[in-house]
């Protein structure tokens, strides 16, 4: 679903203050597969989901997103296929619109946004059961602004925009860092909940290594922009939390 | 008597600027000073063409479509080359003023023995009451489309754009066609201003748009004042507030003249009161 193949980048390339923040990696990530990404700070982690979705190009090497050349395509065009998460609550959604708006603009994310009026009393139902799933009690209150709503609240509810329009790859860049444990804990379990339900190939980049242990299907650790471990399968589920621990010690 | 309906049938016409003021600098979050370039462009063309006897169904699309360029141009500059929104205008607007004085050919162009769109539509007896029904009309019309389009998934797009770039380029948009779209869409309602402000007054004049940017940025802040204040979020009332700040600023303006203040005081007055209503609300802030 998500191919690297040799990708390379350096910020300030030609200047004293030159970094190499990814450095010739390869990479396939299968369709329904769930990548945990860990790695400690600066080693690349957020470089490399940005080049995925197109919000920076790699200086070498190409990408490819469910069969599509996409390496030079802009991160609006990848929108089709892909949805992001942001590490920020405030990223991830427009914080003057009502909660119904940001949906809408969320539901027609792989279409055009044409000179008719979307939020209509079906969608409204629609976008109400599917916030009723969260157990928030948002589903009441629509036509609320985005930005008088929680952190935690904010990033569950950029979680099911996520799925309103079809979606193959979700990117989650350290979605909990910003909240609260528990709201955090209800964030984990609504992605990993909503990953499974919809099939989502998905990456998310954490610090949590309780949440990297506990989630996922294959875990990637990162160092100085290079993949320095890479477990999958039954191996994966074979690894202890303390292994994980140890690998940063 | 006569002055405050002057003053009215002012602010009617000048709703245009405070609308696309309302756009570029609410919506799209862009401070954009093409305005005094657009606005004399608008002028200048309505009165070429209607003193070439063109009718209103060339008229007004060609004025609309001449401030659209314009502000498409200072959207190319800011969002391709990159260049800060502010340093954008000045260039277009400076641009402009040649560009407006090449085709005017001289500085002033009056509209003596040419229909205006008011001569065209006798709907009332009374001049005066016959133009402000034809600019209420035109003021209605272009807020209804305007609300309509703030409320169209297009329009969610642009509102999305001035207030989170981050989320609705993730959400498909290219941020830099819709900043695009939205000034040449606040110019061209600017040059819609221009419009019927050169009929209302007979002529087009290559000063006519020095420092009118400030009456769009006063109107807007006059109903943003209000919008805070009562915590207003319907889209229909904010365009209305806008509209209706329009029409104060120009009663205080009129209220100013009325005093006995020197005319040549104008621009200095109307600068001091637009400070005054920004800074109101944060002095009576800082107390508390
Ligand atoms: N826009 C940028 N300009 C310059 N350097 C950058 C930029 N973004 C990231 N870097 C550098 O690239 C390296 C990797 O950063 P990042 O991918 O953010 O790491 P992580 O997310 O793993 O903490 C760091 O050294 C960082 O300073
Ligand atoms: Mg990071």
């Given amino acids: 679903m998500i191919a690297l193949n040799t990708v390379h980048k350096v910020f300030n390339k030609g200047k004293a203050s030159a970094v190499t923040a990814i450095n010739n990696i390869s990479l396939n990530i299968a369709p329904g597969e769930f990548v945990v990404v860990v790695g400690s700070n600066g080693s690349g982690k957020t470089t490399l989901l940005n080049l995925v979705a197109g919000s920076i190009f790699t200086d070498a090497g190409s990408i490819h997103i469910d069969g599509n050349d996409v390496t030079r395509m802009a991160d609006h065009q990848r929108s089709k296929w892909v949805a992001r998460v942001f590490q920020n609550p405030l990223s991830g959604t427009a914080p003057d619109l009502s909660i119904i708006d940001n949906f809408r603009l969320a539901a027609i994310r792989t279409q055009r946004k044409g000179l008719s009026i979307g939020v209509t009393g079906n969608f409204r139902e629609k976008v109400r059961q599917h916030i009723a799933i969260l157990g928030m009690s948002l589903e009441n209150k629509l036509e609320q ?5 929680s952190g935690g609240q904010r990033q569950a509810l950029t979680l099911v925009m996520s799925v309103m329009d079809s979606c193959k ?19 984990m379990r609504t992605a990993d909940k909503l990953i499974h339900d919809f099939k989502l190939t998905s990456v998310l980049i954490t610090h949590n290594l309780k949440d990297a242990y506990q989630y996922g299907s294959r875990i990637i650790q990162m160092n100085e922009g290079a993949i320095l471990r890479d477990i999958s399968g039954d191996d994966k589920g074979r690894l202890s939390q303390n292994e994980i621990f140890n690998w940063f010690s | 008597m006569d002055f405050y309906l002057t003053a009215l049938l002012q602010g009617l016409c000048f709703s245009g600027i405070a609308l696309g003021i309302y756009i570029s600098m609410k919506i799209f979050n862009i401070p954009d ?41 200072t959207g190319l500059i800011h969002t391709r080359l990159k260049v800060n929104p502010l340093l954008a205008g000045i260039l277009v607007m400076t641009a402009l003023y040649s560009v407006n004085l090449t085709l005017m050919g001289r500085s002033n162009i009056p509209l003596v023995g040419s229909k205006t769109l008011f001569d065209k539509l006798p709907l009332l007896a009374d001049p005066n009451q016959n133009t402000g029904i034809i600019l209420s009309m035109v003021v209605l019309l272009i807020t209804l489309l305007i609300g309509y389009l703030l409320k169209t998934d297009f329009g969610l797009a642009m509102r999305a754009t001035g207030n989170s770039e981050t989320m609705i380029r993730a959400l498909g948009v290219n941020t830099n066609s819709m900043k695009i779209a939205g000034l040449a869409l606040a110019n061209g309602l600017i040059a819609l201003s221009s419009y019927l402000m050169t009929q209302f007054q007979g002529f087009a004049d290559i000063n006519m748009g020095i420092g009118i940017v400030i009456t769009g940025l006063g109107s807007v802040i006059i109903a943003e004042t209000i919008i805070n204040w009562l915590r207003i979020t319907s889209a229909w ?14 009663m205080v303006l009129a209220v100013t003249l009325s005093i006995g203040v020197d005319a040549n005081l104008l621009k200095l007055v109307t600068a001091v009161f637009v400070l005054l209503i920004v800074s109101l609300p944060r002095l009576s802030f800082n107390k508390n």
């Fill in chain 2, 33 to 73: 000073i093409t305005t005094d370039g657009s606005y004399t462009l608008g002028g200048v063309v309505t009165a070429i063409l209607l003193t070439h006897q063109q009718p209103v169904y060339i008229v007004l699309p060609a004025v609309i479509l001449a401030g659209a360029l314009a502000g498409a141009i």
């Fill in chain 1, 145 to 149: 602004p985005m930005g008088t709503l």
């Fill in chain 2, 237 to 250: 009332l904010s365009l209305a507030l806008v509209i209706a700040g329009a029409i104060a600023f120009q």
């Fill in chain 1, 169 to 187: 790859v979700l990117l989650l860049d350290e979605p909990t860092a910003a909240l609260d444990p528990r709201s955090a804990d209800t964030v």
